[in-house]
């Protein structure tokens, strides 16, 4: 099993934790509430754990223009 950050906005791979001793609970999942953890975590079809987050990029993008956080996609 490994961990894949990906950007929820653009897509782009952020990093991958491949060790195969990887909990949810050192992963800090656990803090998620169960809204949460749907919105954010996802597996694919290898048992892979997708995790959305927002890079750098979209991050100041938001920044600078908080009313695209109402879109899925700003920078498409
Ligand atoms: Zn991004």
Redesign the pocket.
């Known amino acids: 099993m490994s961990v894949k950050y990906i950007?929820r906005?653009?897509q782009?791979p952020i990093g991958e934790i491949s060790q195969g001793e990887v909990s949810e609970f050192r992963l800090g999942f656990h803090f998620l509430t169960p809204d949460e953890r749907r919105d954010i975590i996802s597996y694919n079809l290898n048992g892979d754990v997708i995790v959305k987050v927002?890079?750098d990029?979209?991050k100041e993008a938001l920044d600078a223009n908080p009313e695209l956080s109402l879109l899925t996609s700003p920078?498409q």
Do not use: A, E, K, Q
Request: with cysteine; aromatic share 12%; glycine share 0%.
């Open positions: 950007c906005h653009c782009t927002v890079c990029y979209c920078l």
